[in-house]
């Protein structure tokens, strides 16, 4: 199973290469949320979070890293337009020793300046390095940003299952600024049953 170390400054390099100084000029344009997010002034326009996506049976460690993307939908959801793209990566503990690499594609609805109380969706998506049609796992997410924390659910909507069997279902989650090294503590114990209360670190 492919694994991918994530982070903001890895993500901001890749996206360098897409323009430098006029890319960062043209989100400032298109998407000033991006200095803004999760309430706090983020200059690489990125954002790095870790939580526990809570499923039907399980809970998973969870890496997110979100940044602007020229891509979004421009379907009105909850009766809110579109104002921004989001793109990014993230990684889910399968297990103690299985990292699965995501990829994030979605959409900001209703956000402008900073992204406190707007509605962020966006999939996970397994990660494959050539697209050949094979089954790709996913889980669509629903939430916004309260401050630091940004809270998430799949609205009872089914998800992809992944090429292992894994199926996220009744999937949410609360998001809190965090790094790589406190998702790979967290993963150190791997998923846990739902109703079991995790150790204490």
């Given amino acids: 199973m492919s694994t991918r170390r994530g982070g903001c400054l890895g993500d901001l390099l890749k996206l360098s290469v897409l323009g430098g100084v006029l890319l960062y000029g043209l989100v400032g ?26 499923t039907k049976g399980q809970t998973y460690p969870l890496f997110v890293t979100l940044y ?38 979605g ?6 300046r900073s992204t406190e109380g707007a509605l962020i969706e966006f999939r996970l998506l397994e990660y494959r ?46 998001l809190e600024p965090g790094n790589w090294s406190e998702f790979k503590a967290a993963c150190a114990d791997g998923p846990v049953p739902t109703d079991r209360p995790r150790r204490s670190t």
Wanted: glycine letters at 16%.
């Fill in 68 to 105: 602007p993307s020229f891509q979004f939908s421009r379907l009105h959801v909850d009766g809110l337009r579109p104002t921004g793209g989001i793109g990014g990566t993230a990684s889910l503990c399968a297990s103690a020793d299985v990292v699965e690499a995501l990829n994030v594609g």
């Fill in 129 to 174: 390095i050539l697209d050949v049609g094979q089954r790709q796992g996913y889980v669509d997410l629903y939430g916004r940003w309260h401050g630091s924390k940004l809270v998430m659910d799949d609205r009872g909507r089914a998800n992809g299952t992944f090429r292992s069997g894994l199926k996220l279902e009744r999937a949410a989650i609360v």
């Fill in 29 to 54: 344009l298109t998407s000033p949320w991006a200095f803004h997010i999760g309430g706090r002034w983020t200059p690489l326009l990125c954002w790095s979070g870790v939580g526990r996506l809570t």
């Fill in 107 to 112: 959409t900001i609805f209703d956000g402008w």
